[in-house]
């Protein structure tokens, strides 16, 4: 089960989501991440022996039945690679949530990060999480922003008013294939501007 199904199961929202709801969690995705890693060393493992064998092999027949099996493998490590991203991504997630929480029983005050996370904020989470183009560096540097870890604005957003930040979010969602042409990202940046004025007047 991963994180998003977890979540919705649970029917719970990121802002009341305990500490040790988000440390189970948290150990059930690092021992994936960790199984994950395991197979795929042993694919790889796998393919360098059979690599050996057909060096020795001398009949065509079987070097074309070893290169089959090698091709085989090769598929399962790259779709097995492709999950062990995704559920890095998703542990990082977890990990971060919980450190806030935490960070927020510590000082006895809620914590805004995670109180304030918004639907859309959420569904990009979810995006960027899907998105095998967006390694692990990647998704960090994108959910410390949307999380607001590091409350220093950047020196290109500096002074920027709310709704040109929400565009320039926009604009980075593009670079990185999230949102496909400008109509989407016109309503989108319109969406999300919408959202921070209701959170601001609510």
Do not use: C
Not at 14 to 29: D, F, I, K, N, P
Not at 67 to 90: C, F, G, P, W
Not at 98 to 115: M, N
Request: proline residues 1%.
């Amino acid at each position: 089960m991963n994180f998003f199904t977890w979540l919705t199961t649970k029917r719970k929202t990121l802002g009341t989501m305990s500490v040790a709801e988000l440390r189970a969690q948290e150990m059930l995705l690092e021992n994936e991440r960790n199984r994950l890693q395991g197979r795929i060393h042993k694919l790889a493992d796998d393919k360098q022996k059979i690599v050996e064998r057909g060096a020795k092999e001398r009949t065509p027949e079987m070097r074309r039945t070893l290169a089959q099996q090698y091709d085989l493998m090769h598929t399962e490590q790259m779709m097995v690679a492709r999950h062990l991203n995704i559920r890095s991504k998703e542990h990082l997630t977890v990990s971060r949530l919980r450190l806030l929480r935490e960070s927020a029983s510590r000082s006895g005050l809620a914590s805004t990060a995670i109180a304030t996370i918004r639907e859309s904020d959420l569904a990009l989470i979810e995006k960027l999480i899907a998105n095998d183009a967006v390694n692990a560096e990647i998704y960090q540097q994108r959910l410390d922003e949307i999380l607001q870890i590091g409350q220093e604005a950047d020196k290109e957003t500096a002074g920027v008013s709310p709704a040109a930040k929400e565009l320039l979010r926009v604009w980075d969602d593009m670079d990185a294939g999230l949102i496909k042409d400008t109509g989407a990202a016109f309503d989108e940046a319109e969406k999300r501007v919408r959202e921070r004025q209701k959170a601001a007047e609510g």
